[in-house]
């Protein structure tokens, strides 16, 4: 079968799917948990049921297992197996501000996936993010204001590139510049994607010789945004792709667009000449948002989800999560879920207990060798070096700060960890020792690209550790 003809036949078994699971257990119910935030992904003898909260995806392990397993069963086959995952992005985060009808009928125009002018080269298939959605504090103001610039005058300030952690809402400014140039100039050929999908467009055109009409498409673009674009490093060859695209519509005047979650200066396998394009325009860091903004996006983010939560409970809420939005919408979602289920409003009591089984679910553990892949991908050296007895300032401030990180977010004691480095115990407590007073003093850290401010860096592994 083609690729297009799997992706038409998926559509359907995962209609069929849906169908036979909502004869199963009713519309209502049906209408109630699998309308929105919940995806299956079919393959012959799978289905993955793709949740948008570890509490939504224990509610329906517990409720509906068993009319999914039996509704596959009709629809795949006796050896189809089932399982639950938590997507990380929620399906349709924003699609709870619009009414059920309105749900239906986006879903049938998504399904025909025809592009609406045959300029959009890149037709994004989901609600995208609005900028009038977007709260704005001292955290992001800076980025937003860039953002918003971009939206009205494309071109004065290029490339912009937004940097910044998970879950900070990159990906939302990004979409909310595509809908404000989308209204603006409706004439301009816009493109939205991630450098992943960029490589893989690419990938494509190499297998199937098309290299030209590739290069045409990416190069004819009035604007280019490109999400994530921490993907391109260490892909030397898609990264001279994407250098000629990126040189190709500079030279036009052309606008770009970047998102990542490192600042460029951090990519360590990406070639100067990248990364020197990258830092040529507007570079703008989004930071973890301070308690007013998600006192504020909790606020509006509870009204789309219609769930009426205690003052009491909703501060202790934004108490608790601070280190990204995407987080905090996840437990939003499990309150809203909770007061559906009971039909009450949430109080601290069942804020507690609520976010308690939502820590116990989504703790993530830490190793040694986590925290050693990523300082050893950020400082461009091997696991054996850091492992050495090599003292070369080099290795041995990547190996010291590997063993304050090691202490910080695993439970290994200092001599497990020493062990790990070929160290003993005192080592493990001076190097903690050493790095602590270098974060006071936010001594200046050499990386490849150059030096870089300890205190930001710090963030910055702490953030891939998070997402790792
Ligand atoms: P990133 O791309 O930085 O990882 P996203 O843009 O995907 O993060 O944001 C994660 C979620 O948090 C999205 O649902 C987004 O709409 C929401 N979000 C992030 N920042 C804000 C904000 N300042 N105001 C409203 N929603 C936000
Ligand atoms: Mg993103």
């Not at 397993?69 to 938590?86: K, P, R």
């Not at 494309?154 to 590139?161: A, D, I, K």
């Not at 945004?225 to 060859?237: A, W």
Request: contains cysteine.
């Amino acid at each position: 079968m083609q690729p297009d003809t799997v992706a038409v036949e998926r559509r359907r078994t995962d209609g069929a799917l849906r169908e036979e699971l909502q004869h199963r257990i009713g519309a209502a119910a049906f209408n109630n948990w699998f309308h929105d935030g919940v995806q299956f992904q079919l393959s012959a003898e799978r289905v993955v049921v793709g949740c948008n909260s570890p509490f939504m995806m224990n509610w329906l392990k517990k409720r509906f297992r068993a009319d999914i397993q039996e509704s596959a069963v009709c629809v795949l086959g006796a050896d189809v197996e089932i399982s639950f995952e938590v997507v990380a992005q929620p399906v349709s985060s924003h699609s709870a501000t619009r009414p059920k009808s309105d749900l239906a009928v986006t879903d049938s125009a998504e399904r025909s996936a025809k592009p609406r002018r045959k300029m959009s080269s890149q037709t994004p298939r989901r609600r995208l993010a609005d900028m009038v959605d977007f709260v704005v504090g001292p955290s992001n103001e800076l980025a937003w204001t860039a953002a918003q610039a971009v939206g009205a005058h494309p071109g004065r300030c290029n490339p912009l590139f937004l940097h910044g952690g998970v879950g900070l809402g990159k990906t939302h400014l990004l979409e909310g510049i595509y809908r404000a140039l989308r209204r603006n100039f409706p004439a301009c050929q816009l493109m939205l994607l991630t450098a992943e999908e960029f490589a893989n467009h690419f990938t494509k055109a190499m297998r199937e010789r098309s290299l030209p009409s590739f290069r045409h498409r990416f190069r004819s673009a009035d604007i280019l945004i490109v999400d994530d674009v921490d993907f391109l490093n260490g892909k030397m060859v898609i990264q001279e792709e994407f250098l000629h695209t990126f040189q190709q519509l500079e030279s036009y005047g052309r606008q770009l667009v970047l998102a990542s979650n490192q600042h460029p200066r951090l990519f360590s396998r990406c070639s100067d000449e990248l990364i020197t394009r990258f830092l040529s325009g507007g570079v703008y860091r989004i930071e973890r948002p301070e308690f007013d903004t998600r006192i504020e996006i909790a606020k509006r983010k509870l009204k789309r989800l219609e769930t009426e939560v205690t003052r009491e409970a909703l501060k202790f809420v934004a108490q608790r999560f601070v280190n990204s939005v995407r987080e905090l919408e996840g437990a939003l979602h499990s309150l809203s879920t909770y007061s559906q289920m009971t039909g009450q409003r949430v109080g601290m009591a069942a804020a507690q207990k609520v976010l308690a089984d939502l820590e116990r679910d989504c703790v993530k553990v830490v190793r040694v060798p986590d925290v050693e892949r990523v300082v050893c991908r950020m400082f461009g050296v091997v696991p054996e070096q850091l492992r050495s007895a090599s003292r070369q300032r080099t290795v041995s401030q990547p190996r010291m700060l590997a063993m304050f990180l090691a202490r910080k977010h695993t439970d290994a004691a200092y001599s497990e960890i020493g062990r790990h480095f070929g160290r003993n115990h005192s080592t493990v407590v001076s190097a903690q020792r050493r790095v602590e007073d270098w974060i006071q003093e936010d001594l200046p850290v050499r990386l490849a690209s150059g030096t870089w401010p300890l205190k930001e860096l710090m963030q910055s592994l702490e953030h891939e550790l998070r997402a790792s």
